[in-house]
């Protein structure tokens, strides 16, 4: 079956440090997006891409770079990782002019 | 800029219904989505309507739209232990990319 996987799941790690957290979905699916869940404010968009080699930023991507170099993945990367990134991170993606998002299952970062 | 607000807390009784309430400030969305997340796991796309719609009803759930207003509900009818969960409103931007609101936890009692 098609789906789409986060990775890791959980994460530690301290402030400064550079941090990747993966998605790779097995639908083709040319949309695919990263969010943001934190207490009270929901899911916030940090960045998006349209297909491979295109990237746009959502409304809270500074401290955040993502680069899409094939259609399954969207690698994540925090520069210099900042207690404030310590957050929920969903990974989405969508069939192009479809309004359903297909989500991962999270990955749990925490910045020490 | 684009917003969803919903209120973040609902408790119903086992068989009540449950209205979960949203509103959206951008007019030019062409869909509006209510998403369902569980605990520990990513969110659901539970059901949606297209904005020149006004009512669309699957099984327990109803959703209603009232585009004057820019609000929309979810009614949930004969709510069970399994609808517990938090309730996203979502409106349609560009090319999929949604705009969410900050979730309704719904708890359901005996």
């Known amino acids: 079956d098609a789906e789409i996987t986060q990775s890791p799941r959980h994460k530690i790690t301290e402030t400064g440090r550079q941090v990747t957290l993966a998605c790779h979905q097995t639908w083709n699916h040319n949309n695919m997006f990263w969010y943001r869940q934190d207490l009270g404010h929901g899911l916030r968009l940090i960045h998006y891409?349209?297909?491979?080699?295109?990237?746009n930023k959502g409304e809270v991507s500074d401290g955040y770079s993502v680069s899409r170099s094939n259609t399954e993945d969207l690698p994540l990367t925090l520069e210099s990782a900042a207690s404030s990134q310590t957050s929920v991170y969903f990974c989405?993606?969508?069939?192009?002019?479809?309004?359903?998002?297909?989500f991962g299952e999270g990955s749990r970062l925490t910045v020490l | 800029g684009e917003d969803v607000e919903q209120s973040l807390f609902l408790s119903v009784r086992e068989g009540d219904s449950s209205v979960i309430n949203c509103t959206y400030t951008?007019?030019?969305?062409?869909?509006l989505y209510w998403y369902k997340q569980e605990p520990g796991a990513g969110l659901q796309l539970l059901t949606y309507i297209f904005s020149n719609m006004d009512m669309k009803q699957d099984q327990r759930l109803t959703v209603l739209l009232n585009k004057k207003d820019k609000h929309l509900s979810l009614r949930i009818a004969d709510t069970q232990t399994g609808d517990s969960a938090i309730y996203f409103c979502a409106e349609g931007g560009g090319y999929n990319k949604l705009i969410f609101g900050a979730g309704t936890r719904l708890a359901v009692h005996p």
């Open positions: 951008d007019s030019s969305s062409t869909y």
């Open positions: 891409s349209y297909g491979v080699q295109d990237t």
């Open positions: 989405a993606s969508s069939v192009q002019g479809a309004g359903e998002l297909f």
